[in-house]
């Protein structure tokens, strides 16, 4: 709350802070809603500068991450609607690589990732929405709600339905990654 | 809390971002729901698999958040460019309200002040021009009649006067005055001008031009004014030249009209006794002597009312007498030049009091109607800024 206030004041130390603190989940969440690494870049500044414009205006009746996703959420349905950008294929950095994995065993589990990933991009703008904030997010049902300004019953409702085309989706991928393996 | 209450917590529980009482309830529905512990599993691996492909996510770019500070550094030089903007703009209109300010009160005071000046010198051509066709070589009078000469542009004054006339004394004051000026043709113009702005008229004129060059030009004119204008009139008059003589007389004839007034009221008892006499007679030559007086009674009863009514105008009607006589001979029939500047001067400093007087006039109007014009003027200033402001928005 300080820092906000303090970016409020114009202070671009407390800007920066914030903004280390919170690109990278930023980031992921528009980068999940868009589908795109530039548009998710572009979003996330948009966003940023928002925050700079408008820490003034924020009471602390959220926490600042609740008040970060919030604006978020706006941009990212505005930016869907003004256009629907095309699904970019997972870009695997391998920034952990595991030793223990052979090759094969590490190409495996890429393609796993890239299931995940095709299954998760599959769902609609809302579910996935919602399961990326409860599963990489650790938002609670509260927060979610009040970030996409829906009633909590909503995002329950939500995270049923998401849930259950996730899991035929997942199904999907494992299968035909199994068949790929199995050829 | 039923069970699908409890499943609908799941994945928050599986996040672990469950109140602890939630996250009590859902652990007993774990621990007796078979289905319920299965569908948490399944969550997890859920959970794991999202997470994972997070994690795989691609980095955003080192440079983003140069980008973002060239971002706000933009927008603060457009907040600045703008305050900075509007407070130059602020700037520049000071002048143009500032002109506004003088020019509109300037525009209408001129506006104003020609009007005034124009009908002052519409009015003084038409009394110039009226004079312009009147004969000034031959002896001219106007009228000789009291009816005649009774002014025709203030009856109304007549009106205030007879009924006063009746209780107070009845004075009629008449006035002479013989003045040296520069030039007769402009001071007869003048004594015009005068008589019509009392309220009077010039009732008689003789203008006498010379005939030979060396002779001096000579005027005598007779003015009728209300009475109670007797006093500026005679001043005005004997302002025309240099003074060479000034007389007043006044004559108390309240006497004679009551006079006048006893013997017609006595004429007409007797006009109404002799017609008493015929209708009661029936001799011829009674009735024909009866007759006879009764037209000599009739024609003074004329008589008296003809008189009364001259009594009752000398007294409402002042007559004043101008002679006017040129301070040297005439040199030629056009006046010298000096004469003519000098008219020409002072024509100018009438029209500039006239437009003295027009301009303070309208001070007066501009300070009165000041709330409206300031009230118009704030209007006009916010719809401006307002445009101003929506086209830098823009």
């Known amino acids: ?183 | 809390m039923n069970h699908l209450q409890i499943a609908g917590l799941l994945p928050w529980y599986v996040n672990g971002t469950l109140e602890p009482e939630e996250r009590r309830a859902v652990e007993e529905e774990l621990a007796s729901c078979r289905e319920c512990a299965a569908q948490a599993d399944e969550l997890k691996v859920m959970r794991a698999a999202v997470a994972d492909c997070n994690e795989q996510f691609p980095e955003p770019s080192p440079f983003l958040f140069s980008r973002a500070l060239s971002r706000v550094a933009e927008h603060e030089r457009g907040k600045a460019a703008e305050k900075e903007t509007l407070h130059g703009w602020w700037r520049r209109q000071i002048p143009v309200v500032a002109s506004i300010i003088l020019a509109v009160p300037l525009v209408f005071i001129t506006a104003f002040a020609a009007v005034i000046a124009a009908r002052s010198f519409y009015t003084q051509d038409a009394v110039v021009s009226k004079n312009a066709v009147e004969p000034v070589s031959v002896e001219y009078v106007k009228s000789s009649g009291p009816r005649a000469a009774q002014p025709q542009t203030a009856p109304d004054v007549v009106a205030q006067l007879a009924p006063a006339s009746r209780t107070a004394a009845q004075i009629a004051r008449t006035g002479q005055v013989a003045l040296f000026v520069r030039h007769v043709e402009p001071a007869i113009r003048s004594l015009y001008a005068i008589a019509q702005r009392s309220g009077g008229d010039v009732v008689g004129l003789q203008d006498d031009v010379p005939s030979e060059p060396a002779a001096r030009h000579t005027a005598e004119a007779t003015l009728s004014v209300p009475a109670p204008r007797f006093n500026s009139t005679l001043r005005a008059a004997a302002g025309l030249g240099k003074l060479i003589s000034e007389t007043v007389q006044a004559e108390n004839e309240t006497g004679q009209i009551i006079d006048y007034r006893a013997r017609l009221d006595n004429a007409r008892r007797t006009e109404a006794d002799i017609r008493q006499i015929m209708d009661r007679s029936g001799n011829i030559d009674q009735v024909l002597a009866a007759e006879s007086e009764l037209s000599s009674v009739r024609q003074q009863i004329e008589q008296l009312s003809a008189e009364l009514n001259d009594a009752q105008h000398a007294v409402s009607y002042s007559t004043i007498s101008v002679d006017l006589s040129s301070e040297a001979a005439a040199a030629g029939s056009q006046p010298p030049l000096s004469a003519q500047l000098g008219d020409a001067w002072a024509a100018a400093r009438r029209a500039a009091s006239a437009v003295s007087v027009a301009l303070a006039a309208v001070v007066l109007w501009l300070v009165a109607f000041a709330p409206y014009i300031a009230a118009l003027g704030l209007i006009a200033a916010l719809v401006w800024l307002a445009r101003r402001r929506r086209n830098l928005t823009a």
């Open chain 1, 1 to 183: 709350m300080q820092r906000i206030r303090d970016i409020a004041k114009g202070d671009r130390a407390a800007f920066e802070t914030f903004y280390q603190a919170y690109q990278k989940r930023l980031f992921h969440y528009l980068y999940v809603m868009v589908r795109g690494v530039d548009v998710a870049e572009e979003l996330t500044n948009d966003v940023m500068l928002e925050v700079w414009k408008g820490a003034g205006r924020f009471r602390g009746q959220s926490k600042p991450s609740t008040w970060l996703f919030g604006i978020a959420h706006h941009k990212a349905l505005n930016e869907l609607r003004r256009k629907r950008p095309r699904l970019e294929p997972l870009h695997i950095s391998h920034k952990m690589p595991d030793p223990a994995l052979g090759p094969e065993a590490a190409s495996v589990r890429d393609s796993e990732r890239a299931g995940v990933w095709r299954a998760v991009s599959s769902l609609s703008p809302e579910h996935r929405e919602v399961v990326e904030l409860t599963f990489y997010h650790q938002a609670t049902y509260r927060e979610i709600a009040r970030i996409v300004s829906c009633p909590v019953n909503t995002i329950k409702t939500r995270m049923f339905y998401a849930k259950r085309h996730l899991r035929t989706l997942l199904a999907t991928e494992r299968s035909i990654s199994q068949r790929e393996r199995s050829s």
